[in-house]
């Protein structure tokens, strides 16, 4: 049985990283804990508390975190802050997607960046007005596109097009004239194509791997800006220059045990 969260509500933010500790970390998040699948989605995404955040480990190279943390920011912030969020993580794991869907409402987003630089965002709000419409038209929006093109746009999504038809023959269509709205499964379909299956872990009977913790926003802001002023190589993400970091550390603390205890030189 899939997880929900209220309200017919979904978000969620994916980072590509290979280990949850190493995303936890550079994320910021705080205050953390195993708990059961289950208890711990619930705890992060109605908790009282919005700084609440569930980690999943990592599957396939990414992470995935839900909660009222992510929630709080696609309620409070603008979709440029939101924009630049997404693209400072991008910069320091490599990738990261955030995503949100609220079928009631009749939200969707989807914002996209690699190294640093924003790939795709689109945002339509609750009011029906699409907020962002930037970057390339990913291949599962436009199949996804073309399926409303065969089977006709619903009234309620789009009372009247006015796509071109060269517009047409690749399934686009123009969102400020109608604002087509994206189901569910459509969004969970995009993010597969983009990152992984967001509820890969449905289903699974692992209940140690998951955490819940606090993540808030001014702290995650400092580390996002600390991390992207550091100077790194063109194409290296911060998860591996951590790394790297430990590494050195490591090899200089070894060999400064071998010159002072054994006078062995390397």
């Known amino acids: 049985m899939a997880l929900r969260q209220q309200g017919s509500r979904v978000c969620w933010l ?3 990283s290979g280990s949850q500790e ?4 550079l994320l910021g998040i705080q205050k953390t804990e195993v708990m059961g699948k289950g208890e711990g989605f619930a705890v992060a995404t109605q908790s009282a508390e919005i700084e609440r955040i569930f980690i999943t480990p990592a599957h396939e190279g990414w992470v995935l975190l839900y909660g009222r943390a992510i929630q709080n920011m696609l309620a ?3 979709v440029e802050v939101l924009e630049k969020l997404v693209s400072d993580m991008g910069l320091l794991f490599g990738s990261a997607c955030l995503f949100a869907i609220h079928e009631t409402k009749g939200l969707n987003c989807w914002i996209f960046a690699e190294d640093g630089q924003l790939r795709r965002s689109f945002y339509r709000s609750a009011s029906g007005k699409v907020l962002a419409h930037r970057g390339a038209i990913s291949e599962s929006e436009i199949d ?3 399926e409303l093109v065969m089977i006709g746009l619903p009234k309620a999504v789009c009372e009247s097009s006015t796509s071109t038809p060269e517009d047409e023959e690749v399934g686009k269509i123009n969102e400020e004239a109608c604002g087509w709205f994206a189901t569910e ?3 969970f379909s995009i993010a597969e194509a983009r990152s992984i299956a967001p509820f890969w872990f449905d289903g ?3 209940e140690a791997d ?3 913790g606090h993540l808030d926003y001014t702290r995650l802001e400092n580390h996002l800006s600390q991390a992207v002023t550091a100077p790194a190589r063109p194409g290296v993400s911060g998860e591996m220059v951590t790394t790297g970091f430990a590494v050195v550390a490591g090899v200089v603390i070894l060999k400064v045990i071998k010159e002072v205890f054994f006078s062995v030189p390397l």
């Open 22 to 25: 190493s995303a936890t970390r």
């Open 185 to 187: 499964s459509q969004v």
């Open 144 to 146: 996804i596109r073309k």
């Open 76 to 78: 409070t912030k603008s």
């Open 210 to 212: 998951f955490l819940v």
């Open 14 to 16: 994916a980072v590509k």
């Open 204 to 206: 699974k009977p692992t």
